[in-house]
């Protein structure tokens, strides 16, 4: 526990409404998205301003305590929770104003608690359009998705968090204000410290502002529903997709078992007896679009689709995308743990990458629903577990490793977007090197010599 | 001068040919194309494999020799020259292999030396699209154009180099290898230490292999000349097109001194008495192509433009964009020494921009001629002068400070494609923070505590 003088500088610092010491308030930023094992912070604090922002951070600098900054806590790898030696949350909530939108020069300035889909809306009604769509995108902040580098259905097209990231201003340790980037589409003064900032989960400073890139909206789209009766011809699919030179926005798949699940979930109307299905979209200008929906249509066919459903209207189309999006939530509800993963593979090797998720299941007897971003090569095969049940963790953990190994064989990556954290820091040398670990780590060590910045996360401790 | 015993570690390390040491070719690699003293490096080495490359770092690193790591030597901003102690040139023109490109998985993977426009003529062979095209892209390298984060002309649709480097190795100053990124197009696994990597002008590490994103070529674009008799009216223009919604791939402004010169030096019909020209081009689906520029030719006319010439065929398009091309070389005729600038503005207040230029140069009396990425908001003054005529120079040094005063004020920034390198570093902090300048060192003597990485470039010494 923190002294009672301490506790009174941070309620100067933040007002004293905005710091929370109950044990109940304390539990509720214990834990986040991730299956990992919650650790109590020694105090939460809410900070209304920039300025309180800093206060609060120098504070922390000033007495060597641990920062985990918190937007939603939708983070899936543990990166949002605190540390166990006197850890202090920073909630980003009251942050939430978006400071400008400008539609001249195509960015906006956001406070770090704005809500993803809030911004997005906003963005909208302004006849602009922020493509980064995470899962999560109805309850995450921008600061979470900037500090986890978020993905989202839209990658395959147009990228992804780190994409729209300009600029941004950042408090160091000691509470002082870094500046990087601009509200220039080019800018090139000074370290890239934006572009290293992204996805760096809150273990090299503070986000206080950032600059996002905006782009005009796409004139019109297109969504598909395709059924597949064999796995592979639909993971086939998504390869010929791109080697015919089309980049949809968004290129899906869903397995059966996922299927079931969420037609169990949402009576939508699914194919359940599917081996597989993709949901495609393209967008672009009207022509662009006709042209190239019919041309995916006819591939799907020519690979051996048993039925493509081309969406006629908004509502069929939301259809399409409600099914998609309750896809986590449906496999969540069949098992009391879920473990999302993310391992990720160039988009050529997604067969392969099936054909490896379903050989782990059979091999450890495990239940793998796997649905995800096909185009961007980012499955999630999401294991339904309890994790009281220690032989079965037992064999959830190798599957896991069966996983990862298999990803990094086939070219890929330990994460596509969903962060390393505490997770799969024990995993991160195996896909870069042991120079890597030394170079993140020297970095690390200079920017937060106390090691306060969200110890543990990313390059272990 | 270094030690014949030391030489001989480095020819072990390179082989014997690849070692100069003579005065003329050390000569040779003493400068860049920014406006500074020339430094005669020690050594010059030029490594063929990437085992060569990785033995010359450790040896530089064992030795404390300072590495200045050279492509072609197109910089503008002294980023490639070397250091004063004992400075060690290293050439990438023997790491000129293009290693894959994989038009299934949309990336290429390269070695540093290879030649920006050799590289987009492979990539284009292929049926693919490797978009950042720097001025000098016929002769720089890749390496390079990642050091400097180069931009070029179709920054305002296409973003710039940064936005396509998915991952690279480089070497730490162990000569030790450092991985980050990856081949997909998701990945957060570690720190972005690729994004931290692009556009630090070689003071962080040394390039091995970079992994480029590529992607389908549009089907079809237009160019257009405008010709405007009111500069302002050209200016407003650009601001108007984007406020339309409408992003062109390219949208350049020249001048009409710089038309002039255009004229004179290539004969390629320009409207000599125009006071501005605004070069723009659309692309896409051929639908939309043609909407556009239909839109854009409308809007021109609307603003005032005397003249709309759409290019008919590929031929009356090339000729665009030489002129345009030549705009760098035809001023640089004029007078012994040439000031290329580029501090960039948020696009719509290239209409101040414009104006603070003129004022600069009446105030000054000094023959400035402006053109550059006016889509961008990213203009390249061109300050013509006479290096030995030492009251100009003193009115150029002031003329300079005055346009990135301007710059600043308006909300831009220092540079937008030519890097801070040795010529910038010092208004790096008006820009920034004393905290921006603190973190960037304090990252800089972690990762390259003997300072050998490139010195004084960026952050100053």
Chains 1, 2 share one sequence.
Not at 130 to 156: F, H, I, K, M
Request: net charge neutral; with cysteine; glycine share 10%.
């Amino acid at each position: 526990m923190l002294k009672d003088k301490l506790i009174k500088e941070f309620a100067a610092a933040v007002g004293p409404a905005n710091v929370l010491t109950s044990e109940v308030d304390r539990q509720a930023y214990s834990y986040d998205a991730a299956v990992l094992p919650s650790v109590m912070p020694a105090l939460v604090v809410r900070p209304e301003s920039s300025q309180a922002l800093g206060r609060a951070i120098h504070l922390c600098g000033q007495n060597g305590l641990p920062i985990t900054v918190r937007g939603s806590g939708t983070n899936l790898s543990g990166g949002t929770i605190p540390d166990k030696r006197d850890g202090v949350v920073i909630l980003t909530n009251a942050l939430n104003k978006i400071l400008e939108i400008n539609e001249e020069d195509l960015y906006a300035v956001v406070q770090p608690g704005v809500i993803t889909a809030k911004f997005a809306a906003a963005v909208a009604a302004r006849g602009l359009f922020y493509p980064p769509d995470p899962g999560s995108q109805a309850v995450s902040t921008l600061g979470g998705n900037v500090a986890e580098n978020a993905g989202g259905l839209r990658g395959l097209k147009y990228g992804v968090t780190k994409d729209y990231v300009m600029g941004l201003t950042f408090f160091d340790t000691n509470g002082d204000l870094v500046k990087s980037g601009a509200k220039t589409v080019k800018c090139v003064t000074g370290l890239n410290l934006t572009g290293l900032m992204v996805g760096s989960e809150g273990t090299l400073g503070v986000f206080n502002e950032i600059i996002l890139k905006l782009i005009p909206p796409p004139q019109t789209q297109r969504a598909m529903m395709v059924v597949f009766d064999q796995v592979a011809q639909a993971s086939e699919t998504v390869a010929a997709i791109i080697a015919h030179k089309i980049v949809p926005v968004t290129l899906e798949f869903l397995d059966n078992f996922t299927i079931r699940a969420v037609e169990d979930f949402s009576r939508a109307g699914l194919p359940v007896t599917a081996a597989a299905l993709l949901l495609i979209e393209v967008d672009g200008h009207p022509a662009q679009v006709a042209e190239e929906a019919d041309q995916v249509a006819e591939l799907c066919r020519q690979m051996g689709a048993s039925l493509v459903q081309v969406a006629g209207s908004a509502e069929e189309r939301n259809k399409v995308w409600e099914a998609r999006r309750a896809a986590l939530s449906a496999l969540a509800r069949r098992k009391p743990t879920t473990v999302l993963e993310d391992a990720t593979v160039p988009r050529s090797k997604i067969p392969a990458m099936i054909r490896v998720i379903e050989d782990v299941a059979r091999k450890y007897g495990l239940t793998i629903g796997t649905f995800g971003h096909a185009g961007d090569g980012n499955l999630h095969p999401t294991i339904l577990t309890d994790r009281r049940d220690k032989a079965e963790w037992a064999k959830v953990e190798l599957a896991i490793d069966d996983i990862f190994e298999a990803a990094l064989n086939l070219g890929g990556t330990l994460s596509g977007e969903h962060g390393i954290g505490l997770a799969k820091a024990k995993y991160l040398e195996r896909e870069t090197s042991k120079a890597t670990i030394f170079y993140s780590r020297s970095l690390k060590r200079a920017l937060d010599p106390q090691y306060i910045l969200n110890p543990g996360k990313i390059i272990g401790e």
